[in-house]
């Protein structure tokens, strides 16, 4: 399998990982796995829409792309012969670098608010009773949210997916980066050696 193969293997393992970012996101609007009263009462990174914009939607796109690239043959892509590999290949370091920002985004959001921790009701006021991410060592600080019920493990489980697949994301459009520099280098039907297997891109 040659530098397409290489970017369609990379092409179907983003596509899950978005819908799954997606996801993640939309549970946070829920705190606690129940609705608040008002939208006041949501962390405030959660309408950042890290998962949905930087790691759903913006990672949609460079995983179209390189799903595409598989198609490509030695005389052009998509069927148009003048549309050479080598640009196709260079337009999918374009989009890797789209898929970076995008989960680099998504990842600096997550880690934000895991370190602010999740606003919740202390004393009958809505606010962020925890500093510098001090509760993730102390459990007993956990106590000084009253409500929503559960609202720390909540956010700081689908923070922390959000976390992980966008710092996957990341690595995924990088590595993808990188094989498309050698197709566009290489400009030929020559195997890269990626993914095992061999045949042209």
Not at 72 to 84: M, V
Not at 139 to 161: A, G, M, Q, R
Request: glycine fraction near 14%; aromatic fraction near 10%.
């Amino acid at each position: 399998m040659c530098s397409g193969g290489c970017a369609k293997c990379l092409g179907i393992t983003l596509i899950p990982l978005a819908v799954l970012s997606v996801l993640a996101n939309i549970l946070l609007f829920f705190p606690g796995g129940k609705t608040v009263n008002s939208n006041d009462h949501i962390t405030d990174e959660v309408w950042f829409f890290g998962g949905l914009i930087g790691s759903g939607v913006l990672m949609i796109f460079p995983a179209l792309v390189f799903l595409g690239l598989k198609n490509n043959d030695c005389c052009g892509c998509c069927g148009n012969e003048s549309c050479g590999k080598r640009f196709a290949m260079f337009s999918s370091i374009i989009f890797a670098a789209v898929g970076v920002v995008g989960a680099g985004y998504c990842f600096i959001v997550s880690a934000v608010a895991i370190h602010n921790g999740p606003k919740c009701e202390t004393n009958g006021n809505w606010t962020y009773p925890f500093v510098d991410g001090n509760y993730l060592g102390n459990h007993t600080l956990w106590d000084l949210c009253k409500n929503p019920e559960n609202v720390i493990p909540w956010n700081l489980t689908l923070f922390s997916i959000l976390l992980i697949m966008s710092g996957v994301q990341a690595v995924l459009c990088a590595i993808q980066a990188i094989n498309g520099l050698i197709g566009t280098i290489c400009g030929d039907c020559k195997c890269c050696g990626c993914c095992g297997g061999d045949g042209p891109i």
